[in-house]
């Protein structure tokens, strides 16, 4: 398969790594060659690699395309670019509807909508992608655990989900840092917190058929520390506030999307 990208950025340089990373089938790869920098970088490290001097040129040698643009920008890329009917387009534009895609790269007519996350690189990600399967299920195969969503709404909910990662971020780093203000060095808060984030993400994997509302009483022992601070937080409107956000991030998305 030639695969082509349209915005050679954050998310398209994780692709185009987890793609290539040992013991994957190793695709041809068309880069737009913005970002020159991480363009010329990916090139540089893989030699199925190659940055066209455009992104015509990208789309003229490629079957299935992937758009990588920020939603910012992608009408008026999309709107000079010319697209083949037979090409499968994969539009990973947050916010973009099918249908909107569909009038920007027509003729083309196979599109589907993914959301891929920046672990593709280590070939862990959750990959949402509607419609279901096709060709581009089996890409993303390589790169994750493929969710197939029947209804573009759901993926819609899901692409609102995603926005919480950096909030993720700095939950965690605001905890290691009160930790550190008590004198441990901030390197072993560091460690320390990402160890105890990941045994429990590793949790919510091996113990599937628990909802995440039951794992959070089973860490709050009535009386205990645990409890203590869930309390203190819903009290606070702490998570009426994340509802709050989540709600606005999706009124957000769906104006782009209309
Ligand atoms: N990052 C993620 O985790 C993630 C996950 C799922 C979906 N997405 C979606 O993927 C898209 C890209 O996100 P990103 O995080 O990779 O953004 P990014 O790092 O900003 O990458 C966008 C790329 O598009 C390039 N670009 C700008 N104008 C262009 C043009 N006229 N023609 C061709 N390329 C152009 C930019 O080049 P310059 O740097 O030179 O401007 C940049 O390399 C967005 O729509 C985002 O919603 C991202």
């Keep these: 398969m030639i695969l082509g990208f349209i915005g050679t950025g954050a998310i398209a340089a994780a692709i185009v790594s987890g793609l290539n990373s040992e013991g994957r089938a190793r695709l041809t790869i068309r880069l737009s060659p913005r970002n020159a920098g991480v363009a010329a970088g990916l090139a540089s490290r893989f030699d199925n690699v190659s940055v066209c001097a455009s992104s015509q040129e990208v789309l003229d040698g ?18 000079g670019l ?3 009917s037979d090409q499968i387009v994969i539009s990973l534009v947050a916010g973009f509807s099918a ?3 569909a009038d920007l790269v027509a003729p083309a ?8 996350l920046p672990s593709v690189a ?12 096709g060709p581009p299920a089996e890409l993303f195969a390589l790169l994750g655990q493929v969710f197939e969503i029947e209804k573009e709404d759901h993926l819609n909910a899901l692409n609102t989900a995603t926005s919480t990662m950096a909030a993720y971020f700095a939950f965690v780093g605001h905890i290691a840092s009160w930790v550190a203000r008590k004198g441990i060095p901030e390197q072993q808060c560091r460690e320390y ?5 990941a045994g429990l993400a590793d949790a919510g994997l091996e113990v599937s058929e628990r909802s995440f509302e039951d794992l959070a009483r ?8 645990n409890e203590q601070v869930l309390r203190d937080l819903t009290d606070h409107g702490v998570f009426d506030t994340l509802t709050e ?14």
């Design 245 to 258: 956000a989540l709600d606005s991030v999706h009124r957000r998305a769906a104006d782009v999307s209309a």
């Design 193 to 197: 917190m990402a160890r105890m984030f």
């Design 99 to 101: 249908r909107r895609i």
């Design 82 to 84: 010319r697209f083949s």
């Design 109 to 116: 007519g196979k599109i589907w909508r993914a959301i891929p």
């Design 122 to 133: 280590q070939r862990r990600s959750p990959i949402a992608l509607y419609p279901p399967l």
């Design 218 to 225: 089973a860490h709050a022992t009535p009386g205990g520390l």
């Design 62 to 79: 490629s079957e299935t395309v992937i758009l990588a643009v920020r939603p910012q920008v992608a009408e008026e890329v999309l709107s």
